[in-house]
């Protein structure tokens, strides 16, 4: 079956501008979850989606950061007035249900680049 | 807030060498532990995790992972690396109760036949 997707592959953007970030997860996959992969870092979580509803927050950076998921399946990580440091690849994450018993399973990720 | 070290950031080893990869993490509670890998070209898999019980764990293609609680240590073995080991592998913790993963900044490992 498919794994998660990631709309697009690659985003190039200017200073100031805003994106939308496109996640598709494991179809019937209820959590969903948005990590940021800068160079030659780990990934880094920004937030957690169960269902519809965000379960944690913690990881936005800021309030130009913001993830919406209003039918329980895809989800669209926004970024406003985005900055250089904004560059990165934004990844997405999905499992069957909520806690780590279950396995996330990671999609390609989103390369964005803020010139 | 939890951290995740990873001593070695460019690992080069010959096929059928032994590896260890170290993984440290600082959180004072009761974690989750995992090793994920990234195959160059690939997304990022779980290799193996650990949540409570036997404190060495086994996952795919040979690789183990032994949790030393004492240490805030989880290491990761095999015994005979292949050429198709050459990847990137990443450590992560996450409090238990969080849903969120916390990596460690990677480990490059380059097999060379």
């Known amino acids: 079956g498919a794994g998660v997707s990631q709309t697009p592959s690659n985003k190039v953007t200017e200073k100031g501008k805003y994106v939308e970030l496109r996640c598709d997860p494991i179809s019937g996959h209820t959590a969903l979850y948005w990590y940021r992969q800068s160079l030659g870092q780990g990934p880094e979580f920004l937030i957690y989606f169960q269902g519809t509803g965000a379960a944690d927050d913690s990881g936005l950076p800021n309030d130009r950061f913001f993830a919406v998921r209003p039918e329980g399946s895809v989800s669209t990580l926004k970024i406003q007035r985005t900055e250089r440091g904004d560059s990165a690849v934004y990844l997405c994450a999905s499992s069957l249900n909520p806690g780590l018993v279950n396995e996330q399973f990671f999609g390609p990720g989103t390369r964005l680049t803020v010139l | 807030a939890q951290s995740v070290s990873q001593h070695n950031h460019h690992v080069i080893l010959s096929e059928a060498a032994s590896l260890e990869l170290g993984c440290n993490y600082s959180y004072g509670g009761t974690v989750n532990l995992f090793w994920y890998v990234q195959y160059p070209g690939q997304h990022l898999q779980l290799l193996l995790k650990?949540?409570?019980?036997?404190?060495l764990v086994k996952g795919i293609k040979g690789f183990e992972a032994e949790f030393i609680k004492s240490k805030f240590s989880f290491n990761l073995r095999k015994p005979s690396v292949q050429w198709s080991d050459t990847a990137e592998y990443f450590c992560a913790v996450s409090p238990w109760g969080a849903d969120g993963l916390t990596f460690g900044k990677g480990t490059h490992l380059i097999i060379q036949p």
């Open positions: 650990y949540f409570s019980g036997d404190p």
